[in-house]
Nanobody, 114 residues
Framework: QVQLVESGGGLVQPGGSLRLSCAASRSIFSINAMGWYRQAPGKQRDLVAAITTGGTTNYADSVKGRFTISRDNAKNTVYLQMNSLKREDTAVYYC????????WGQGTQVTVSS
């Protein structure tokens, strides 16, 4: 069964940092680009960062320069390092295949608030 398990979210003050992790089934991880998506209350789910199997990255303008996506192919894990967090980064964060997502995991809540 294909699974995506996100972790690492939490409550952080503006300007703070968090590191998200996502463990994926080997069958999916090894052959696909992976990405981090987020969904804020009342808004659609958007892709914010992506990484190919070869390590090429791409970012939404809203997070460029603040977020860094990486992957550990040996561990079937993708990471999202989030720095200089803003209140508008508050959302549930999900990892998934790019560009055609498979069934979603539970996500991890990130709340940026003082």
């Amino acid at each position: 069964q294909v699974q995506l398990v996100e972790s690492g979210g939490g409550l952080v003050q503006p300007g703070g940092s968090l590191r998200l992790s996502c463990a994926a089934s080997r069958s999916i991880f090894s052959i696909n680009a992976m990405g981090w998506y987020r969904q804020a209350p009342g808004k659609q789910r958007d892709l914010v960062a992506a990484i190919t199997t070869g390590g090429t990255t791409n970012y939404a303008d809203s997070v460029k320069g603040r977020f860094t996506i990486s992957r550990d192919n040996a561990k079937n894990t993708v990471y999202l390092q989030m720095n200089s967090l803003k209140r508008e980064d508050t959302a549930v964060y999900y990892c998934n295949v790019v560009p055609y997502p498979i069934p979603w995991g539970q996500g991890t809540q990130v709340t940026v608030s003082s």
